[in-house]
């Protein structure tokens, strides 16, 4: 297993060790993915209306989003509740939970204009202000921070955490903060470049290397630790968000 260590970070494991082959070889895989816009709003909206659908209803409730002028605050405050549930039907199931999710930090943008720029303040502060945000998790706080307040921070989903430790290989004790500092130790400096990376990895983890492996398609395979070692699928029990 190929073990490196990167300069003041932690040990990194397996082929997570080359994160620039890995981050290559899903890009050439699934040619260009688009990422969320970088403002806090906007990129709320969007990552509400990419769960748990594809990417083609994802697209058709943004642009009709777009259509009806309702990316800002005040603009889908104003869109009529007819108008607004047709468009989050475009996304797919889970229509109470994206109509509440929208419809209560909607409220909460409106009622602090300043919000946004606290989210793209410094990280202590945005880290509080993301917390004031209703029905966001912890890793949906850190995806916020990522591409919506250009913060290099990982967000570290289930779905990545099983795609990176069946890569590298488990650690003994896998934790998600342990996880982020190697997802952190090894992907681009650069914020923009960090935010597409984390963008494929989360991409691959939910198209490809899902909890019944693709992995006879999969890019990754000829480094992959999980291929090397036959494993059967896995879980990876104990690696949790929360």
């Known amino acids: ?20 082959w890995v981050v290559a070889s899903l890009e050439r895989f699934y040619g260009a993915l688009a990422l969320p816009p970088p403002d806090p709003f906007r990129a709320y909206v969007w990552d509400v209306l990419s769960v748990q659908t594809t990417v083609a209803r994802r697209d058709a409730a943004w642009q009709a989003l777009q259509r009806a002028r309702a990316l800002t605050p005040d603009g889908l405050w104003r869109v009529p509740r007819r108008t607004f549930d047709e468009i989050v039907a475009h996304a797919g199931p889970y229509h109470e939970q994206r109509s509440a999710a929208l419809l209560a930090t909607v409220e909460r943008f409106r009622r602090d204009p300043a919000l946004p720029v606290r989210l793209r303040g410094p990280i202590r502060v945005a880290r509080r202000a993301a917390a004031t945000l209703p029905r966001v998790g912890v890793d949906g706080a850190h995806r916020l921070l990522l591409f919506g307040g250009g913060h290099r921070i990982a967000p570290i989903h289930p779905e990545a955490a099983r795609f990176w430790l069946r890569l590298a290989g488990p650690p003994a004790l896998p934790h998600p903060r342990r996880l982020r500092r190697e997802f952190e130790a090894v992907l681009p400096r650069e914020v923009g470049d960090f935010a597409r ?9 939910a198209q490809t290397c899902t909890n019944e492996p693709h992995c006879g398609v999969c890019p990754l395979r000829a480094r992959c630790a999980r291929v090397g070692l036959s494993a059967p699928p896995d879980a990876t029990p104990g690696v949790s968000v929360e």
Do not use: E, I, Q, S
């Open 197 to 205: 990376a984390v963008t494929y990895l989360r991409h691959h983890a």
């Open 1 to 20: 297993m190929t073990v490196a260590r990167a300069v003041g970070g932690p040990v990194v494991r397996g082929a997570v060790a080359d994160a620039a």
